[in-house]
């Protein structure tokens, strides 16, 4: 494969992906993105109770599923940064020409923060999981096949 042709597909790759992180780390129903950080608990509280209810979880487990929560909130937040995220990827078409330098700085912060904070939502993750009997394991396979949400059925 030609050098020039290898950097074009990485450099896509690299674009695709801070498209894709920028773009998810907001809610875009309702202004989620400028939510307050109670709101955001508050939404995290209810989405643990219909979990929680949908499974039939022991108060252990219910334990682990909040800490889990709060693990994936503490990773979006890390990796949304302080700022605007849609505005400074916005920032990178201001110009006569992709500022590809801070493109690159963007995907090089975005994948830093994934890599540092990966490891304890994974931890979570796999606390909440194993903590299941196999009835609710079986449960959340049928849930993620479905690709519904737990609160529609």
């Known amino acids: 494969m030609k050098p020039w042709f290898k950097r074009s ?10 498209a894709g992180s920028l773009t998810g780390c907001g809610y875009r129903h309702g202004g989620w993105h400028n ?10 509280a209810r989405m643990v109770e219909r979990v929680s209810s949908k499974l039939e979880l022991d108060a252990t487990q219910k334990a682990k599923l909040a800490a889990l929560s709060e693990k994936i909130q503490a990773q979006r937040a890390a990796l949304r940064g302080g700022g605007d995220p849609r505005a400074e990827f916005r920032s990178l078409f201001a110009g006569a020409k992709l500022d590809q330098e801070r493109a690159k700085k963007l995907v090089e912060d975005k994948t830093a923060a994934i890599q540092a904070g990966s490891p304890e939502v994974i931890a979570a993750a ?4 194993d903590s299941l009997n196999p009835e609710q394991q079986q449960r959340v396979r049928d849930f993620m096949d479905r690709g519904r949400r737990w609160g529609r059925g």
Not at 9 to 18: D, N, P, Q
Not at 126 to 129: I, L, S, Y
Request: charged fraction near 25%; glycine fraction near 8%.
């Open 9 to 18: 597909l990485f450099g896509l790759a690299g674009a695709a992906l801070v």
């Open 126 to 129: 796999a606390d909440f999981f």
């Open 35 to 44: 939510a307050s950080e109670q709101d955001r608990a508050e939404f995290r």
